[in-house]
């Protein structure tokens, strides 16, 4: 009996070590999901701005929407510089400057009076604090926490797009209309910086460790190749999910940023064309665990490609609308195209990670991530010009569709993709 006692004592502490593992885990997935809301909430809420922006100048609006395109332009160009300074400096300085630039930018464009101080302001600064607190950090946080569990998680965290657009649009909205833009643009300026001083108070040397159970100590699998940054750039996986991310990104934001106007267009209501695509927030949320889950039963390969199928599915249905406008196709569109809404986007991340891992992997996924901010920025920005040309919406469907389908492509022909 007494020689049990110190094996039992050892499975004790093992499991008490377990435990407070997977509870760090899950406030470190908290963290990085409230992080990525508010950045994306904030990004997203000049959508909200930009009507009262513009009436107040007497801006057209393509001036006004180049400020939108540059934030996610900046965004994703930031992002290679992002992976490296986590990798050299760890998450409290990141997300501490972060936080910093969104706060400065805010309180700097409620006191713009032209529009190249938009431009510093929203379009620059919250692209390069967006950056500073969203995919690129989170995903090499989340990646020392739950090592193969990490397109779960990163799943939650890809929900945050639908929650900072259903929290922050509508607060924007309210903050508009009782205090005024500017007021408003105070408002989130001041939270921003007031949440400094938690985020630095917290426990970041231990979030950085990782959990010992992911940890390559403990990791038989684990092998540092000793990628660089030029060696992944030499690799064909490189650009094949760099031209994943892109092509990905062009054809959903170059609807996206339209679908309203397209569904007042095409003869709903405005307030019913703005609430339904405000409801893709919520099934975005239950496509992105979905197609997560799907990984797990059927691989990775087939659920990536069956998220684009239902992507393809929802474009077709959106076209459909402008002929036969009714709520049906209505509800099938939002559900198909807004669930898969960057549905991709945690698995295409984990793929990247398990690829490249070792500790230059996040200047080499910040990398790869260019491709999504310079997609989004080109998606939105050429869907406006296609639609401003042809004074209709097919040619910018037929132009979305056949990005969408390059976007697939890799994993059909990649081999390092398609194991």
Same mark, same amino acid.
């Given at each position: 009996?007494?020689?049990?006692?110190?094996?039992?004592?050892?499975?004790?502490?093992?499991?008490?070590?377990?435990?407070?593992?997977?509870?760090?885990?899950?406030?470190?997935?908290?963290?990085?999901?409230?992080?990525?809301?508010?950045?994306?909430?904030?990004?997203?809420?000049?959508?909200?701005?930009?009507?009262?922006?513009?009436?107040?100048?007497?801006?057209?609006?393509?001036?006004?929407?180049?400020?939108?395109?540059?934030?996610?332009?900046i965004?994703?160009?930031?992002?290679?510089?992002?992976?490296?300074?986590?990798?050299?400096?760890?998450?409290?300085i990141v997300?501490?400057?972060?936080?910093?630039?969104?706060?400065?930018?805010?309180?700097?464009?409620?006191?713009?009076?032209?529009?190249?101080?938009?431009?510093?302001?929203?379009?620059?600064?919250?692209?390069?604090?967006?950056?500073?607190?969203?995919?690129?950090?989170?995903?090499?946080?989340?990646?020392?926490?739950?090592?193969?569990?990490?397109?779960?998680?990163?799943?939650?965290?890809?929900?945050?797009?639908?929650?900072?657009?259903?929290?922050?649009?509508?607060?924007?909205?309210?903050?508009?209309?009782?205090?005024?833009?500017?007021e408003?643009?105070?408002?989130?300026?001041?939270?921003?910086?007031?949440?400094?001083?938690?985020?630095l108070?917290?426990?970041?040397?231990?979030?950085?460790?990782?959990?010992?159970?992911?940890?390559?100590?403990?990791?038989?699998?684990?092998?540092?190749?000793?990628?660089?940054?030029?060696?992944?750039?030499?690799?064909?996986?490189?650009?094949?999910?760099f031209?994943?991310?892109? /092509?990905?990104?062009?054809?959903?934001?170059?609807?996206?940023?339209?679908?309203?106007?397209?569904?007042?267009?095409?003869?709903?209501?405005?307030?019913?064309?703005a609430?339904?695509?405000?409801?893709?927030?919520?099934?975005?949320?239950?496509?992105?665990?979905?197609?997560?889950?799907?990984?797990?039963?059927?691989?990775?390969?087939?659920?990536?490609?069956?998220?684009?199928?239902?992507?393809?599915?929802?474009?077709?249905?959106?076209?459909?609308?402008?002929?036969?406008?009714?709520?049906?196709?209505?509800?099938g569109?939002?559900?198909? /195209?807004?669930?898969?809404?960057?549905?991709?986007?945690?698995?295409?991340?984990?793929?990247?990670?398990?690829?490249?891992?070792?500790?230059?992997?996040?200047?080499?996924?910040?990398?790869?991530?260019?491709?999504?901010?310079?997609?989004?920025?080109?998606?939105?920005?050429?869907?406006?010009?296609?639609h401003d040309?042809?004074?209709?919406?097919?040619?910018?469907?037929?132009?979305?569709?056949?990005?969408?389908?390059?976007?697939?492509?890799?994993?059909?022909?990649v081999?390092?993709?398609?194991?």
């Amino acid at each position: 009996m007494d020689q049990n006692t110190p094996r039992e004592a050892s499975r004790e502490q093992d499991e008490r070590t377990q435990r407070d593992a997977v509870r760090t885990a899950l406030v470190v997935l908290a963290l990085c999901f409230t992080l990525a809301v508010l950045g994306r909430g904030l990004s997203e809420s000049f959508t909200v701005f930009l009507k009262p922006i513009s009436e107040n100048f007497g801006w057209d609006r393509a001036q006004v929407v180049s400020i939108y395109s540059l934030t996610w332009l900046i965004s994703g160009l930031t992002a290679p510089l992002v992976g490296r300074l986590f990798d050299h400096s760890g998450p409290r300085i990141v997300y501490a400057l972060g936080l910093f630039l969104l706060g400065s930018a805010f309180l700097i464009a409620a006191h713009a009076q032209a529009l190249w101080q938009f431009q510093l302001s929203i379009g620059l600064c919250v692209g390069i604090g967006v950056a500073f607190i969203g995919i690129v950090p989170n995903s090499i946080l989340l990646g020392r926490w739950f090592g193969p569990r990490l397109p779960t998680a990163m799943a939650v965290v890809y929900s945050a797009m639908g929650g900072g657009v259903l929290a922050l649009l509508p607060t924007s909205q309210l903050l508009i209309d009782h205090l005024g833009w500017r007021e408003a643009y105070q408002v989130y300026g001041f939270a921003a910086l007031g949440l400094l001083v938690p985020l630095l108070l917290l426990p970041w040397r231990m979030f950085a460790v990782g959990s010992p159970h992911v940890s390559k100590k403990t990791d038989p699998d684990f092998i540092d190749n000793g990628w660089t940054l030029v060696s992944a750039m030499r690799h064909h996986a490189f650009w094949a999910l760099f031209s994943t991310f892109f /092509f990905t990104a062009v054809g959903m934001y170059s609807i996206a940023a339209q679908i309203v106007a397209y569904l007042i267009d095409a003869g709903f209501p405005p307030l019913q064309a703005a609430t339904a695509w405000g409801f893709s927030g919520v099934v975005l949320v239950f496509g992105m665990l979905g197609v997560s889950a799907l990984d797990g039963l059927i691989g990775r390969r087939p659920s990536v490609l069956l998220s684009y199928a239902i992507s393809i599915i929802g474009i077709v249905l959106l076209w459909l609308l402008q002929y036969y406008p009714n709520i049906i196709l209505l509800t099938g569109f939002v559900v198909c /195209f807004g669930s898969m809404m960057g549905s991709r986007g945690p698995l295409i991340t984990a793929t990247a990670m398990k690829i490249f891992r070792g500790k230059r992997v996040g200047t080499i996924f910040g990398t790869i991530s260019i491709g999504s901010g310079l997609g989004s920025a080109f998606g939105s920005w050429s869907g406006g010009l296609i639609h401003d040309f042809t004074h209709g919406y097919n040619l910018l469907l037929v132009f979305a569709l056949a990005s969408v389908i390059l976007g697939m492509i890799p994993f059909l022909i990649v081999p390092a993709l398609r194991e």
